[in-house]
């Protein structure tokens, strides 16, 4: 890796990000400094810069790294070549710096093969040179730099600074001895290497005019007793004609091979592996790779394999990218405190949900005005709200009351199983809509095309958030990287290390990109550890019509006997994994589907499983089972603390329960129980005591949980915002709740103005393709009789006339909004609303909760511009009506009380 030196912010993060990738892999890594100024300027601060990140990788990672300052430094093709005095001055300060830590890295001094030296146009340096470079250029003392003189000793920095040696020799395509790499002699044809000509090399007699006394490998690897690196690698021009690319590499790599085995303190070898323009070529792209054609590198392997003295496979401890995926799951704790947490939730929450039926008689006003038809529930929807702004926070890692409840307060369900488990629930509810408008084959395309829009949406972000890792003031590395802190797998030997989460994504920048980084980007092997559970949906989505059609066959006890077998094979064998997608590691696929299916059977039996849970046996086996739970989980807490057995448990029951019954990855039983307890109980809540609740935060937790994936997308983004500001104490508990609160704000500002909706995936539920023939509906008004007012489950019903051809009116009136949208809002009873609509229903007259579900704006011709849905000031006790063409005479229609999140049609769109 060749990074710049001094050490900037861009080489600082080259630097971390290459130690990453080395202990992905269990490899050594060789970083080559090249200095960016003059060797005089670079001093001992900017040498203990350099230390500290490399002591700080080998901390982490147990990394060996090769230090390589300055190579080929007696050539006169880089900027600090042929300097010998500041050269060493530089090298040894380096050098110092590194010895003095305790990073175990090993100091490379590498050098050019000499033959050609002084390369050229270097001669007339000298009338540059100060006296002291003059007199060790001129090691023979005839007064001239030439062929005559040694082109490694001036260089040398001394034996207490130098740990290993190492050698650049690569073959130009230039086959005669005679025509030496740094010569001006052109490259016409590509030609294979001479036989034995990297022998020659090794021997010091290939190239030069004048025979050397001793050979590099003797004189700097054997004599001082030290390791050698060998850099090397043969170049190609694919404008030339001549030997074909694999003869040509072959025959310089089998020879580099054949040396190597001769040579045992040659330790390490490196390809150079790259397209660059080379004078050499005439300043033509030249192709140094032997891994770029399959073939080749079939071959290279091949033959390295032949040669028995490479090691494949890991030479150091390995870091492997799955070991980093599963690090983002910091759950592990002794006990104690997060499962006080635990017991005294549930606790309480187990009082509300006890004492809701009392208040439910005495309180039947707050009740939620479910009116027994199929369609959105806005409990849901509010709960969901709920949970995706307790991601968010989780997320954004700053401190704050908010962070403090969502950590603590939740218990032991975090956002992500309640997430899973309501979307399959919403799409159990909602897909049977799409099965009967569409039909079931549409309304699986539909689905599918979602769960493609969903995994384009994907491949986005983790591209977006790679290319936002350039830019100088973003602090990515906040989500790309993710640090441990010793509370997860790794246990608290692993606190502090930092795992990459972009393996391999450097290698997309190259020309063409390797195939095995193209698969890792596609199968969603890398990405921000915020964003890493939306492969599970991407997954998840692609099995929604399949599943729906066994569960509306009656089939939903085959789904759920599948369910729970996947679910049992997976903890017997946790190891197992059928992808090796990043969320795999932290939300496996075989364990996390036992919570969507069970949403989704539970959404779709929706009525039929509340008609049996609130029945007079369901109260009974609910209140036995909530209460039951918080009296165990009070029953094991108080034996801890009053220091007796909780009998038939054993005395360890409390002290052991976090970690064995509610780690989050695989869903062990706590946290099974726990999603059925706080679903039950927050529903109970949520229907009793609906108004005041939705009255208080209903106009922010609604909206933002009817697109909660469209705020899970953004939040990445959120994220690596607040990351990117330097110098704030964002463990401030004001600081932590003024940010908090903005960025809830900004999230419901966003959703409320549709910002990019046609762009990001929502929370609806997928959808088939839309019928488009709609009905004209004339601009003229028609007389409205209104019916009894007698209400019945928050409807009432009027009775409308009307002549062939013309709309039905409603109370109130329509006024103008926002962007040229229509509002539908209370009028005086009586009065008349006129408006030129299309209404696209397709000929058939649907309930309007289902027509909720099935009618996407986005989807419909002339829709999505103005249509939006009611906020909590707004729900008032108007009338949505529907008319179709040919509809006639006098109608009794339901006039519906409309709740927040209902879809109040305007012109264009309905």
Known sequence: MEIDYPLDRSARRELLRATRAAATQGAVLVVSLEPGQSLRSLDVADARAVNTV????????????????????????????????????????????VHGGDSDARMVWSPS??????????????????ATDVAKLDTNGDGELTAADDPYEPYWPGDASVDWVGLSMYYFGKGKSTEAAGRDVPLTRNDVPERGEVESRFDETWGY???????????????????????TGALYDHTRRGDAELPVKQGWWRQVIASVQDRPLIRGVTFLETNRREPEAGNRVADWRDTAVPGIAGSFRTDLERGDHFAFGPVTDRITTQQGNAATDQQYDTGGDQMAWIVWVAVGLAVVFLLSGLFGRLLPSWRYPDDGKPGRDLRLDLFRGFIILAVVITHIEIGGPY?????????????????????????????????KKFGEWAAAIGAWKRARKQYLVTLVVIAVVFALSFVPFLNTDAITTFTDRGTGTGGVG???????????????????????????????????WPFNIMGLFVVLSLFIPPLLWLIRRGFWWVVLVVSWALYVFQALNPEF?????????????????????????????????????TGRLGKVLVGIGVGGYAAF???????????????????????????????????????????????????????????????????????????????????????????????????????????????????WYMVRKKFLFSVIPRSRPPLAPRSTEAVAVPRRAAHVRRGSDRESDGRRHAEISEPRGTRARVPGRLRRGDGGAQRLAHGAPGGQAVADRVVPLGGECLDVCAL???????????????????????????????????LAGTHRVHERRQRPGDLVPHAGGG
């Open 113 to 130: 093969y000499g033959a050609g030296y002084p390369f050229g146009e270097s001669a007339g340096r000298l009338a540059d040179l100060s």
């Open 494 to 528: 692993a606190e502090g290390r930092v795992y990459d989460l972009y393996p391999n994504a450097m290698q997309l920048l190259g020309y063409p990109p390797p195939w095995y980084a193209i698969r890792q980007f596609l199968l969603l092997e890398m990405g921000p």
């Open 852 to 886: 909720e579900h099935l009618v996407d704006d986005d989807a419909l011709p002339g829709a999505g511009r103005g249509d939006r849905r009611l906020d909590h000031r707004e729900a008032h006790d108007v009338a949505v009506h529907l008319t179709v063409r040919g």
């Open 54 to 97: 490399i002591q700080e990788v080998h901390d982490q990672y147990d990394t060996q790294v090769l230090v390589r300052f300055a190579p080929q430094m007696n050539g006169t093709w880089v900027r600090w070549g042929q300097q010998p005095t500041q050269f060493v001055q530089a090298f040894r300060t380096l050098a110092t710096a």
């Open 403 to 435: 962070s403090y409840l969502t950590l603590h307060a939740v218990g032991a369900i975090t956002g992500a199983e309640m997430f899973v488990f309501l979307s399959g629930m919403v799409l159990g509810m909602t897909y049977p809509f799409a099965v």
């Open 209 to 231: 005019e004048q025979q050397q006394a001793d050979s590099f490998y003797d004189r700097f690897a054997v004599d001082g007793d030290r390791s050698m690196l060998l850099d």
């Open 577 to 613: 994994r059928p992808l090796n997608s990043q969320f795999e590691a932290v939300f496996p696929l075989l364990t996390w589907q036992v919570v969507f299916t069970h949403g989704l059977v539970l959404g779709y039996y929706r009525r039929q499983i509340i008609g049996a849970l």
């Open 633 to 747: 989980l009070v029953y094991v807490w108080a034996a801890n603390h009053a220091g007796f057995t909780p009998v038939p448990f054993p005395a360890s029951m409390y002290e052991d329960l976090y970690n064995t019954a509610y780690q989050r990855v695989d869903l062990q039983w706590g946290r099974l129980v726990d999603i059925a307890f706080f679903a039950i109980v927050s529903y109970a809540i949520l229907t009793v005591f609906w108004k005041p609740i939705s009255t208080a935060i209903g106009w922010l937790w609604i909206p933002i949980g009817q697109a909660s994936l469209y705020v899970f997308v953004w939040q990445v983004f959120f994220a690596l915002a607040i990351a990117s500001i330097p110098g704030v104490p964002w463990g401030d508990f004001w600081i932590g709740f003024v940010v908090h609160s903005a960025l809830i704000l900004l999230a």
